[in-house]
Nanobody
Framework: QVQLVESGGGLVQPGGSLRLSCAASGSIFSFNTVRWYRQAPGKQRDLVGYIDSGGNTDYTDSVKGRFTISRDNAKNTVYLQMNSLEPEDTAVYYC???????????????WGQGTQVTVSS
C-alpha cells in the first residue's frame, strides 16, 4: 500500500557531494518523521539524522555541519544532502518513515530498500 524508495547513491571522491532522495508513494494520509540510517559492511545500522513533520532536524555528531536533511511535503519526499564526504561515510543508506494511510489512519513504520554510497578515490 505504501512504498518508500531511496535514490541518488553512487561513487564519489573524498570531499565530494551527493544528494539522496527518499520518496513515499501510495495512499498516504500523512508523511511524518523521516530518519536516515546507514550501514557499513560488517557494522550495525546507525542513525544519521531525522526530520520531523515540522521540519525540525537533528544529526549524529559525525555528520553535523556536512549533512543536511530537508523535505518537500507536496512530493512526500525527503532529501539527504551530503557534502565534504569522507571514506568513512561509505555505507548503504536507508530511509525510515512514520506514515499513516487513508485506510485506517494508523501510523506505521516503513523502510526503503537502501542505496549504496561509496566514497573513494
Amino acid at each position: 500500500q505504501v512504498q518508500l524508495v531511496e535514490s541518488g547513491g553512487g561513487l564519489v571522491q573524498p570531499g565530494g557531494s551527493l544528494r539522496l532522495s527518499c520518496a513515499a508513494s501510495g495512499s498516504i494520509f500523512s508523511f511524518n518523521t523521516v530518519r536516515w540510517y546507514r550501514q557499513a559492511p560488517g557494522k550495525q545500522r546507525d542513525l544519521v539524522g531525522y526530520i520531523d513533520s515540522g521540519g525540525n532536524t537533528d544529526y549524529t555528531d559525525s555528520v553535523k555541519g556536512r549533512f543536511t536533511i530537508s523535505r518537500d511535503n507536496a512530493k512526500n519526499t525527503v532529501y539527504l544532502q551530503m557534502n565534504s564526504l569522507e571514506p568513512e561515510d561509505t555505507a548503504v543508506y536507508y530511509c525510515n518513515a512514520d506514515i499513516a494511510v487513508y485506510s485506517d489512519f494508523r501510523i506505521r513504520d516503513y523502510w526503503g530498500q537502501g542505496t549504496q554510497v561509496t566514497v573513494s578515490s
